[in-house]
Nanobody
Framework: QVQLVESGGGSVQAGGSLRLSCTAS????????MGWYRQAPGEQRELVAR???????NYADSGKGRFTVTRVNGQNTVYMQMNRLKPEATAVYYC?????????????WGQGTQVPVSS
């Protein structure tokens, strides 16, 4: 059974920084992609940043220039450094991982970590 375990969330003031971590356990092989989504109260879950194996990361406009996603080479571990946080970044942040087993694609999710940003 695959599990994604997140850490690093917590309360922060606007302008501050946080680093989220996510590590996978279980036998799954190397994920094709890992990244982060978030869901604010009353909103849909949305992509924040994602990195495909062997490729450059891509970011939603909300995090460009302030968030950096990195993945440990050859491992199922991903980090996201979030700088200059804004109150509108308040959300539950979810680690996501994608496994490809053609013709199927499997999505895995962490349990979520709260990030309240106070003004």
């Amino acid at each position: 059974q695959v599990q994604l375990v997140e850490s690093g969330g917590g309360s922060v003031q606007a302008g501050g920084s946080l680093r989220l971590s996510c590590t996978a356990s279980g036998s799954v092989g190397l994920f094709a992609a890992m990244g982060w989504y978030r869901q604010a109260p009353g909103e849909q879950r949305e992509l924040v940043a994602r990195i495909f194996a062997g490729d450059s990361p891509n970011y939603a406009d909300s995090g460009k220039g302030r968030f950096t996603v990195t993945r440990v080479n050859g491992q199922n571990t991903v980090y996201m450094q979030m700088n200059r946080l804004k109150p509108e970044a308040t959300a539950v942040y979810y680690c996501n991982a994608v496994a490809l087993r053609p013709p199927e694609t499997f999505d895995y999710w962490g349990q979520g970590t709260q990030v309240p940003v106070s003004s």
